[in-house]
């Protein structure tokens, strides 16, 4: 069965720390990219940090300093620890895997596959 099950969310105060988890299914764990993505309310998805199969990661702006996204092969799992968290980081955040060829990392319209979401809520 292919899928992505995202965990780890919650709600923390500003400066707080939150590792998110996304398990990936065998399928679709070895494909090119796996990146998390944010949602707030009223706006589109934005990426965060991706990782390909071979470690090699990129993170947006936003999280550069604060967020390190990692892999465990063993466990078929990419995470996104988050540090020094800001109310604007709040939102639902997902994780999407297989990028289209000629797509680039942080464009959301080209993952095939993307999970349910975990929210993440940072208060001030």
């Known amino acids: 069965q292919v899928q992505l099950v995202e965990s780890g969310g919650g709600s923390v105060q500003a400066g707080g720390s939150l590792r998110l988890s996304c398990l990936a299914s065998?399928?679709?764990?070895?494909?090119?990219?796996i990146t998390w993505f944010r949602q707030a309310p009223g706006k589109g998805r934005e990426a965060v940090a991706g990782?390909?199969?071979?470690?090699?990661?990129n993170v947006a702006a936003s999280g550069k300093g604060r967020f390190t996204i990692s892999r465990d092969n063993a466990k078929n799992t990419v995470y996104l620890q988050m540090n020094s968290l800001k109310s604007e980081d709040t939102g639902m955040y997902y994780c999407?895997?297989?990028?289209?060829?000629?797509?680039?990392?942080?464009?959301?319209?080209?993952?095939?596959?993307w999970g349910q979401g975990t929210q993440v809520t940072v208060s001030s």
């Open positions: 990782i390909v199969v071979r470690g090699a990661h």
């Open positions: 065998e399928y679709i764990y070895n494909k090119n990219w």
């Open positions: 999407a895997a297989d990028l289209r060829g000629g797509g680039y990392w942080s464009d959301s319209h080209e993952y095939n596959y």
